[in-house]
């Protein structure tokens, strides 16, 4: 089974960056889609970003061009560099499979709060 544990969150202005890390425990390189999700109040998980292993990515439409997504294979971390951070990007951050909770992750971890305010 794998496991997934987020961090890097905290309190940014607006126009700021954060870089979020997910530490994956299990073997990374099974997975053959990795991705970082999103919730805010109220409203529903939402994929933010997506890796496939051959590097390919894509990104919803609200963070492109301001979100990069990353995997490091050999340290088993996945990454998602925020920059030009807007109110509206408030939420807590998830990493998991894309398909979520597939190729041996069994359940989301607890994720990270990302608020944007000033």
């Known amino acids: 089974q794998v496991q997934l544990v987020e961090s890097g969150g905290g309190l940014v202005q607006p126009g700021g960056s954060l870089t979020l890390s997910c530490a994956i425990f299990?073997?990374?390189?099974?997975?053959?889609?990795m991705g970082w999700y999103r919730q805010a109040p109220g409203k529903q998980r939402e994929l933010v970003a997506g890796?496939?292993?051959?590097?390919?990515?894509n990104y919803r439409d609200s963070v492109k061009g301001r979100f990069t997504i990353s995997r490091d294979n050999a340290k088993n971390t996945v990454y998602l560099q925020m920059n030009s951070l807007k109110p509206e990007d408030t939420a807590v951050y998830y990493c998991?499979?894309?398909?979520?909770?597939?190729?041996?992750?069994?359940?989301w971890g607890q994720g990270t709060q990302v608020t944007v305010s000033s």
């Open positions: 299990g073997s990374i390189s099974s997975i053959n889609g």
């Open positions: 998991n499979s894309v398909p979520p909770n597939y190729y041996g992750v069994d359940s």
């Open positions: 890796i496939v292993t051959d590097g390919t990515t």
